[in-house]
């Protein structure tokens, strides 16, 4: 039973620290170039960031007004594919709560801290993979991503008759790939951190 425990915390940990990055990347629009895509593509900064914040908004588990953006219109497939986005971040949302409870559950007067080693090398290891495959050949990567995740073609859209678009350039998603790897590293770390510093006050009392 034990060691049943152990596998699954470290399980849980991988996913929260995976699950974070993803939701802070998304909810937190520090990162987003408002001003420089107003620029390339011609529209207001004013425009562009309000209908980035109304998407990133409409995406929360608390929103549940119909996605509107006026300043860019868009095709019912695309704003079909904005509705499955937001289900997969719902059930991120929902799935890291669950996780975050069970977690706390199993570690209340635990004193085996190897999960979090487990869980640490584990997820460096995914991120490794992963990243790297990216940093390869980021296109084939974002490609093969959005055939895992949707069993439909929305997520490829026309500028011409979808200029929604055009304030998601590819360069934006790739500067939050680098955002996503690094707080799994900083994750990663983290975990490492908590694990050795348990050990040394075990070891500091013997």
Do not use: Q
Not at 127 to 137: F, N
Not at 176 to 191: K, Q, Y
């Amino acid at each position: 039973m034990k060691r049943f425990k152990n596998i699954l915390l470290t399980g849980l940990i991988v996913f929260l620290i995976i699950d974070c990055a993803i939701l802070l990347v998304t909810y937190v629009p520090v990162l987003y170039p408002a001003s420089s895509i107003a620029s390339h593509i011609g529209k207001s900064e004013k425009a562009v960031r309000e209908s980035y914040m109304t998407i990133i908004h409409y995406m929360s588990l608390f929103s549940h007004k119909k996605l509107s953006t006026p300043a860019f219109p868009m095709t019912k497939n695309t704003a079909f594919h904005f509705y499955e986005v937001k289900v997969l971040m719902n059930k991120l949302e929902i799935a890291g709560i669950i996780a975050l409870v069970i977690s706390l559950f199993l570690l209340y007067k635990k004193e085996d801290y190897r999960p979090f080693k487990w869980a640490g090398l584990t997820t460096l290891g995914i991120g490794t993979l992963i990243g790297g495959t990216a940093y390869v050949d980021f296109d084939a990567a974002f490609t093969v991503m959005h055939h895992i995740l949707f069993n439909n073609s929305y997520w490829l859209m026309d500028p011409d008759i979808d200029p929604i678009i055009n304030i998601f350039p590819e360069s934006y998603f790739v500067t939050l790939g680098i955002a996503l790897f690094s707080l799994i590293g900083l994750g990663v770390i983290i975990s490492l951190v908590i694990y050795y510093r348990h050990r040394y006050c075990i070891n500091t009392k013997k």
